[in-house]
């Protein structure tokens, strides 16, 4: 067994991060093809050929390697074309990154998956994932703002702001999942239809 | 055991309906709470005091069971008001009837989940899942293709109203999940507020 090897003699830090990074990869396509629930610590172990111990050691809980994952999901999401931009551009921006995830399917179904099953008050993501959308629905609010004090669009109320983040939250997760259903739909061309819907109506130029 | 009794002599033709009603009633609550994957027959069976044969004579399958709960759900849908509306007013009416999900927590979180998960082409419910989207689509695209027709909008070819149609599903999907998320949202203001971009949008009247 690897395992006990490497728990004896544990590697210099870089072998640390690559073991943390492939533990990640795996949760990522369990936790993707099983939901959260569904997938279990002792699935993902026995892919990884470590131990229950070693997985608690890395991430101490299953809810802290979940939280691991939509870590490195929300990274390689920003990388994919978030960085450097605001205001506006941000929305502009946002068909590139849903035409993106295209490139992460797993990752898409996996939190399409657990964004649904979370909400259940139930599940023990259920936290998580309501901090996770009070979140980024304060960065979409942030940047809209942002947009009104720069004099780009028309003044919007809290109300509206709050009203117009959730509709471009609900665009993004429900073209997601649509073309989880169905390859074929054309998420770029839909989100754009939106982006541009929506920075017409707040009078935007 | 209830069940032996009934086995043995079944009751007449509404008996069977109010059972079978009663077997729906509880998969919903089983389903919702669990997913699809997650929620056994063994569970409900138990619940309901009957036997996994009971259920088998009624539904067929699983997947038997799962298509009378989404129907079901669909004949509360339409019953919620959209009878006797087309084109247009079928998207007026839009929502109303989202916000009457609010009174059916259980089923919109039963749906919500259960299409995140059957997401996966691996998922029993795939390929039941995507017909269903198919056919809401044709649906929404034959009030759009309808509103067209009357004059009510102006011209849309078959690939934007491919668009228009996933957009509305999509805010639909994406405003029940955040309502499941968080209740406080205000499902009914934000689909209106999408409702009637829309509609200025296609030059409506």
Do not use: C
């Not at 070693?54 to 390689?76: M, P, Y």
């Amino acid at each position: 067994m690897p395992e006990a090897a490497e728990t004896r003699t544990r590697g210099p830090y870089r072998t640390g991060v690559r073991r943390r990074e492939q533990l990640i990869g795996i949760a990522m396509d369990v936790f993707g093809e099983h939901g959260f629930a569904g997938g279990s610590l002792r699935t993902i172990a026995e892919q990884a050929g470590v131990n229950h111990a070693t997985l608690i050691q890395h991430f101490g809980s299953k809810e802290g390697l979940l939280t691991a994952v939509l870590e490195e999901w929300d990274r390689r999401t920003v990388e994919n074309g978030l960085i450097d931009v605001s205001g506006l551009d941000y929305f502009r921006r946002l068909p590139e990154v849903m035409a993106a995830h295209r490139d992460n399917r797993g990752l898409l179904e996996l939190f399409t998956t657990i964004a649904a099953e979370a909400s259940s008050p139930a599940h023990p993501g259920h936290a998580f994932i309501t901090q996770r959308y009070t979140s980024n629905l304060a960065t979409l609010a942030g940047h809209l703002q942002e947009a009104v004090e720069a004099g780009d669009i028309v003044h919007l109320s809290p109300a509206q702001i709050e009203i117009e983040v959730r509709l471009f939250t609900a665009v993004m997760d429900g073209m997601g999942l649509q073309w989880l259903l169905d390859p074929e739909t054309d998420i770029h061309a839909s989100v754009t239809t939106y982006v541009e819907r929506a920075i017409a109506a707040w009078g935007g130029r």
